[in-house]
């Protein structure tokens, strides 16, 4: 999984059991430093100092450290992300991803997380919300071909369609 996703900022392999942090790779060096303490623990702190915006960053921290991470994956919950302004990308947003396996040599919990920048998609994202916001009712692509009609957005002033 580390090497499955080569247009990551960064991917790190953390044993959460263990509480150990390692095997990380980006091309952006104050991405890797949040291995440099060695503890998942450590990883989860210096990562939120990376969240620009105070109320992701709080979300963050509420749910991605081991003591949660540890109980959803007991409760079978193995896939999270969380996309926020990043501090490592000049003005842009990222989205981070955690998979929870169980390594099946030791029984110890570990996840594999990835970063990808989405500022791209987020501003398209933005673009369509203001739109359908200010200007118009919906946003819908027609694909006479194949018969399809798909809404896009929709503006919060429609109660329903």
Not at 90 to 113: C, H, K, R, Y
Not at 118 to 132: L, Y
Request: aromatic share 10%; proline share 1%; with cysteine.
């Amino acid at each position: 999984l580390i090497n499955s996703n080569s247009k990551a900022l960064g991917t790190f392999r953390l044993n959460l059991t263990k509480n150990w942090c390692g095997e990380g790779k980006s091309s952006v060096k104050s991405v890797m430093r949040l291995q440099n303490a060695g503890t998942a623990d450590a990883f989860f702190e210096s990562a939120s100092k990376l969240i620009e915006d105070n109320a992701i960053q709080n979300r963050y921290i509420e749910n991605f450290n081991r003591g949660k991470l540890l109980e959803d994956f007991r409760n079978g919950k193995t896939h999270f992300t969380l996309e926020y302004p990043s501090r490592t990308v000049d003005g842009g947003w990222v989205m981070v991803s955690f998979d929870l396996v169980q390594n099946p040599a030791t029984g110890d919990v570990e996840a594999i997380t990835y970063a990808n920048v989405i500022t791209e998609r987020k501003k398209n994202q933005q673009i369509i919300q203001r739109v359908t916001n200010d200007k118009c009712d919906y946003i819908a692509l027609v694909n006479i071909e194949n018969e399809i009609f798909e809404f896009k957005n929709v503006s919060k002033n429609i109660k329903s369609i």
